[in-house]
C-alpha cells in the first residue's frame, strides 16, 4: 500500500526509473554533442582573437618603424628658395639631428647640429617625445608579441595575457599621443610662421614629408591600441 502511493505527493516518478523509452546512450551522446559545440564556438571565438592580436601587432609594427624614420629623418621643416622664373636654386630641410640642403645639379650635404641651444623650442621637445615614443612602442610591441593567445612565454591563465595585452594596448596609445603632439606642434609653428608679415622669405618654412609621415604613424599607433583593448 505505502509503495504504491510512494509517488502520489510529487508527481509522476523520474523517467530514468521506470521509463523504457530512457535511452542512456542517446543522452550521452546529446551531452557529448553540445560539448563538442561548445568547444567549437571557443575555438572560433579562440580564433577571431588572435586574428584581432595579429593584426594589431602588425600596424604596431608599422608604427613602430614609422616613428622610428620620422625621428631620424631631417625632413621635418624645408625652405625653398625660388627665383622669379620658378626654378629652384636651393633647398633646406631642418630636421631633430641635423639640417641638410641641396643646390641645383649638387648633391644633398647633412649636418649635425653642433649645441641642442640652436634649435627652436618645438624641435627640442620633438627630440624627447619622439624618443620616447620610439622606447614605448618598442615597449608595447614586445608586451602585445608576449600577450598574444598563441605564444606561450608567459603564465598561460587567461587573465595574465589579458593583463598583459592590455597593457601593449595602452602602451600603444601613449606612443601614440607622444608622436602626435611634437608633429602637431611643429606644424604649427611652420603655419603661424608662415603666414606672419614681419618675417620675410628667406625665415618662412613648409611642412616637410616627415610630418605627414609622423601622422600617419600615429594614427597606426592608435589603431593598434584601440584594437589590442576592444577586441
Same mark, same amino acid.
Given at each position: 500500500?505505502?509503495?504504491?502511493?510512494?509517488?502520489?505527493?510529487?508527481?509522476?516518478?523520474?523517467?530514468?526509473?521506470?521509463?523504457?523509452?530512457?535511452?542512456?546512450?542517446?543522452?550521452?551522446?546529446?551531452?557529448?554533442?553540445?560539448?563538442?559545440?561548445?568547444?567549437?564556438?571557443?575555438?572560433?571565438?579562440?580564433?577571431?582573437?588572435?586574428?584581432?592580436?595579429?593584426?594589431?601587432?602588425?600596424?604596431?609594427?608599422?608604427?613602430? +618603424?614609422?616613428?622610428?624614420?620620422?625621428?631620424?629623418?631631417?625632413?621635418?621643416?624645408?625652405?625653398?628658395? +625660388?627665383?622669379?622664373?620658378?626654378?629652384?636654386?636651393?633647398?633646406?630641410?631642418?630636421?631633430?639631428?641635423?639640417?641638410?640642403?641641396?643646390?641645383?645639379? =649638387?648633391?644633398?650635404?647633412?649636418?649635425?647640429?653642433?649645441?641642442?641651444?640652436?634649435?627652436?623650442?618645438?624641435?627640442? #621637445?620633438?627630440?624627447?617625445?619622439?624618443?620616447?615614443?620610439?622606447?614605448?612602442?618598442?615597449?608595447?610591441?614586445?608586451?602585445?608579441?608576449?600577450?598574444?593567445?598563441?605564444?606561450?612565454?608567459?603564465?598561460?591563465?587567461?587573465?595574465?595575457?589579458?593583463?598583459?595585452?592590455?597593457?601593449?594596448?595602452?602602451?600603444?596609445?601613449?606612443?601614440?599621443?607622444?608622436?602626435? =603632439?611634437? +608633429?602637431?606642434?611643429? #606644424?604649427?609653428? =611652420?603655419?603661424?610662421? $608662415?603666414?606672419?608679415?614681419?618675417? +620675410?622669405?628667406?625665415?618662412?618654412?613648409?611642412?616637410?614629408?616627415? *610630418?605627414?609621415?609622423?601622422?600617419?604613424?600615429?594614427?597606426?599607433? $592608435?589603431?593598434?591600441?584601440? =584594437?589590442? *583593448?576592444?577586441?
Amino acid at each position: 500500500m505505502g509503495s504504491a502511493t510512494a509517488y502520489s505527493v510529487y508527481g509522476k516518478p523520474p523517467q530514468s526509473y521506470f521509463d523504457p523509452a530512457y535511452d542512456e546512450k542517446a543522452a550521452k551522446s546529446y551531452m557529448d554533442s553540445v560539448y563538442e559545440e561548445k568547444k567549437r564556438v571557443e575555438k572560433k571565438a579562440r580564433s577571431e582573437a588572435v586574428c584581432c592580436e595579429v593584426v594589431a601587432l602588425v600596424f604596431g609594427f608599422v608604427g613602430l +618603424i614609422g616613428v622610428s624614420a620620422v625621428t631620424g629623418l631631417p625632413m621635418w621643416k624645408v625652405t625653398a628658395f +625660388i627665383q622669379e622664373n620658378i626654378i629652384v636654386m636651393e633647398t633646406r630641410w631642418e630636421g631633430l639631428w641635423m639640417n641638410c640642403y641641396r643646390q641645383a645639379n =649638387i648633391r644633398m650635404q647633412c649636418k649635425v647640429y653642433d649645441s641642442l641651444l640652436f634649435l627652436p623650442a618645438e624641435l627640442q #621637445a620633438a627630440r624627447g617625445l619622439m624618443c620616447s615614443s620610439v622606447a614605448v612602442s618598442a615597449i608595447a610591441l614586445i608586451l602585445s608579441a608576449v600577450g598574444m593567445k598563441c605564444t606561450k612565454v608567459v603564465d598561460h591563465r587567461p587573465r595574465t595575457k589579458h593583463i598583459v595585452l592590455v597593457t601593449g594596448g595602452c602602451l600603444f596609445l601613449v606612443g601614440c599621443v607622444t608622436t602626435i =603632439i611634437p +608633429i602637431s606642434w611643429t #606644424a604649427n609653428v =611652420i603655419i603661424r610662421d $608662415f603666414y606672419n608679415p614681419l618675417l +620675410i622669405d628667406a625665415q618662412r618654412r613648409e611642412l616637410g614629408e616627415a *610630418l605627414y609621415m609622423g601622422w600617419v604613424t600615429s594614427a597606426l599607433l $592608435f589603431v593598434a591600441g584601440v =584594437i589590442l *583593448l576592444c577586441r
